[in-house]
């Protein structure tokens, strides 16, 4: 394995795990996934009212976790050899796809539902994160 292999392991690894998360996230029963998200959403009660400070939960917890696994899956394609713009379309489309099994998973889980403006919302997670890494990396 090449040196430049190597590196990339990390990321591939951390990727494999963020995944592994989202589905284990994504498995929760809507009863069990609205008590989760509803210890983080306390703190912006004042600020949104208790359904605002839900969905704005939720939402940031959508872009920032696709965000992540795009930044690690782009940094997989990188030091794999591949160029900017390959890692860049490659993280977009493993992120895009990862996001539409995900949702789709959902809609075989209780009281869940799968959403394409969920899907819409993870990829833009991804993609402002290939593009700030596709300036500096």
């Not at 190597?6 to 990321?11: G, I, M, R, Y």
């Not at 029963?29 to 008590?35: A, C, H, I, L, Q």
């Not at 965000?67 to 940094?75: D, I, P, S, T």
């Amino acid at each position: 394995m090449s040196n430049m292999k190597k590196k990339a392991l990390p990321f591939i690894l951390v990727s494999l795990l963020i995944m592994g998360m989202i589905f284990f996230f994504s498995s929760q029963t809507g009863d069990r996934s609205s008590s989760l998200s509803s210890h983080f959403a306390m703190i912006f009660y004042p600020l949104f009212g208790e359904e605002g400070a839900q969905f704005f939960v939720r939402k940031a917890a959508h872009f920032t976790i696709y965000f992540v696994l795009g930044m690690n899956v782009y940094l997989s394609f990188r030091f794999s050899g591949h160029s900017k713009k390959k890692a860049f379309f490659c993280s977009i489309l493993v992120c895009f796809f990862y996001a539409s099994f995900d949702e789709w998973h959902q809609t075989w889980v209780e009281a869940r539902s799968g959403q394409f403006k969920d899907v819409l919302l993870d990829s833009s997670g991804s993609i402002l994160a290939a593009l700030l890494l596709s300036k500096y990396k």
